[in-house]
């Protein structure tokens, strides 16, 4: 499934991508370095408001709170603005509760507008306070780390973690615009760049070889935050996963591919207590469910070891073993696993590098089921 691209720089090199939500209307990402020049006009243009305020966590916004707000001009001239701590113990109820009450203090009403800025836990917490507050206020995400970026600003989804489990309380708020500016990135310390790129090699392995081999040769730039290719990537990222976000309705279930190396990655991240960090705990699932298309003869050989060295060029771990000191406990999070069905976790598999496996034409899918055997197999080598 190689995903059609047809991203062509606008003026001062920026890009944009037009997302597809479910009530078929469309948000645009704009992506390039310097970008924040267009924060204005784009907020006059897609999402006019009374008020401004200007959320993130207190990491980002000592940074970059001063360059967004004054970019925010003439759109509105001095935007209240809110803070929470960084990290994704923010992510939470109670971190929800008060700012939605900081809001009302603010008397902000419903011709307001929230703009998230920050990474992830920014733009899902930021994302849900406005899904919620008034029964649902415009906002706009500028994401400031590269899984915020590639990942999370696209989709829709906001929402919190709670004591039984990490984004359970949620809701489906599509942001009015999306304004990447990778030049807010070069603060972004290298490992959580890193991080970012566990997605950004997912994106190559699930829908186009050549990306992967871009980013893989690329990787000690985009590691150094170049801004140019970082811009590049992530504007190829941001249609793939937008092209498959929007066609998921009319082929069912094909959100589904962004899925890959995910399952058995959300079972390590479990089983390391979260210890190990989701892109990291991608990268070994990757690796993994590579290795279980082989094995299973349904991925070309060789497969896994193209993913290994994208990983290792972005410096992401790729030896599982030391994440699998007890493959039971593995095993058991595998099978809690909300998409584990009848005892058989469900896997996206490859059929090679750029191409999902869609199983026999008689009953066509995008994930499969496993016998836990051929599972417990590739864990206990
Ligand atoms: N909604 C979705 O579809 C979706 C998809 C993927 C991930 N997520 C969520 O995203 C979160 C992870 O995102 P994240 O990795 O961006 O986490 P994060 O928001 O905690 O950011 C990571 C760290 O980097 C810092 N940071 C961010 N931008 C920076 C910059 N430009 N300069 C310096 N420091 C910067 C932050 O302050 C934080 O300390 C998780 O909560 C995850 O559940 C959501
Ligand atoms: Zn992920």
């Known amino acids: 499934m190689l995903i059609p691209s047809t991203l062509r720089a606008e003026a001062a090199g920026t890009v944009r991508v037009r997302v597809a939500t479910s009530d078929g209307s469309r948000y645009p990402v704009q992506v390039g370095a310097g970008a924040l020049v267009d924060l204005s006009d784009l907020l006059q243009r897609e999402a006019r408001a009374h008020r401004y305020v200007l959320m993130g966590d207190d990491r980002v916004m000592g940074l970059h709170g001063d360059t967004v707000a004054e970019a925010m001009a003439p759109a509105t001239a001095d935007p209240a603005r809110l803070t929470f701590p960084a990290g994704e113990a923010a992510k939470s109820r109670e971190e929800w509760s008060r700012l939605t009450d900081q809001l009302l203090e603010l008397e902000v009403g419903r011709d307001g507008c929230i703009v998230a800025l920050g990474g992830g836990v920014s733009g899902d917490l930021v994302g849900f306070v406005a899904a919620t507050y008034m029964r649902g206020l415009p906002v706009v995400q500028v994401p400031t780390s590269l899984v915020a970026m590639v990942d999370s600003s696209v989709g829709g989804k906001t929402g919190v973690d709670v004591p039984l489990g990490k984004n359970l309380v949620g809701a489906f708020h599509p942001p009015r615009f999306v304004l990447a500016d990778t030049h807010l990135a070069r603060t972004l310390p290298r490992e959580e760049r890193s991080q970012g790129l566990a997605e950004v090699v997912k994106h190559g392995a699930i829908a186009d070889e050549d990306y992967l081999d871009q980013v893989r040769d690329g990787a000690g730039e985009l590691l150094q935050g170049a801004d140019e290719l970082t811009a590049r990537v992530v504007a190829r990222s941001v249609e793939i996963k937008s092209w498959v976000v929007s066609k998921d309705e009319r082929e069912g279930s094909l959100r589904q591919v962004l899925n890959f ?37 349904i991925t070309e050989a060789g497969t896994a070891e193209v993913l290994v060295q994208a990983l290792e060029a972005v410096e992401l771990p790729v030896d599982p073993s030391t994440a699998m000191e007890d493959p039971d406990r593995i095993l058991a999070h595998l099978s809690r696993d909300k998409k584990v069905r009848g005892g058989r976790p469900r896997f996206v598999l490859l059929d090679r590098i750029g191409e999902v496996h869609r199983g026999p034409s008689s009953s066509p899918a995008w994930s499969h089921q496993v ?10 080598v």
Do not use: C
Request: proline content about 4%; cysteine-free; hydrophobic content about 45%.
């Open 261 to 297: 190396g995910h399952t058995l990655g959300h079972a390590l991240e479990a089983a390391s207590d979260y210890e190990l960090p989701h892109g990291s705990a991608v990268a070994l699932g990757m690796i993994l469910e590579a290795r279980l298309g082989e094995a299973l003869k």
């Open 371 to 380: 016998p836990i055997e051929a599972v417990r197999d590739l864990l206990e």
